[in-house]
């Protein structure tokens, strides 16, 4: 499948609003971690936010490839980049994002690998079973 810019847009949004909701509930409650804390929802909305963003530098990097065609396992390394970006504006350069105070590096690692291990699996599979023609429209489900 060649994702197509409103295609990435609608479907980080979708898993994220699905499967990165269900992963962060218990994140947020408390059963994860000793105090319960709505930072994680935070932290998911900035990964949506920036990943809408990021989206554009995918898909205009995706038109040097010789297929157009992007890769799961690029999916999966933009996660892996978009979580060191998101470290480097929260700990690094101490931005004041609202709604994120006081990260534990260890327990967002955890949250963080977590959401976006089961949005990649997720695109990889519930996907195509849920949206058939998903693949064929360029990642757009509407």
């Not at 898909?59 to 799961?72: A, H, I, S």
């Not at 390394?77 to 534990?104: H, M, R, S, T």
């Not at 599979?125 to 058939?132: E, G, N, Q, V, W």
Request: charged share 10%; net charge positive.
């Amino acid at each position: 499948m060649t994702p197509t810019l409103f295609g990435r847009w609608q479907t980080r949004l979708l898993l994220l609003a699905t499967v990165g909701v269900l992963v962060t509930l218990p994140f947020a409650l408390g059963i994860t971690s000793p105090h319960s804390s709505s930072v994680y929802f935070s932290v998911l909305g900035y990964i949506a936010i920036f990943g809408l963003f990021w989206d554009i530098l995918y898909n205009y990097w995706q038109k040097f490839r010789w297929d157009r065609d992007w890769p799961g396992i690029f999916q999966l390394l933009a996660g892996i980049w978009e979580a060191i970006f998101l470290i480097i504006v929260i700990k690094l350069l101490q931005l004041p994002l609202p709604g994120i105070q006081n990260l534990d590096v260890n327990l967002f690692i955890r949250h963080y690998s977590l959401v976006w291990l089961g949005v990649y699996l997720a695109s990889q599979s519930m996907m195509r079973i849920i949206f058939p023609r998903w693949r064929f429209r360029g990642g757009q489900w509407l």
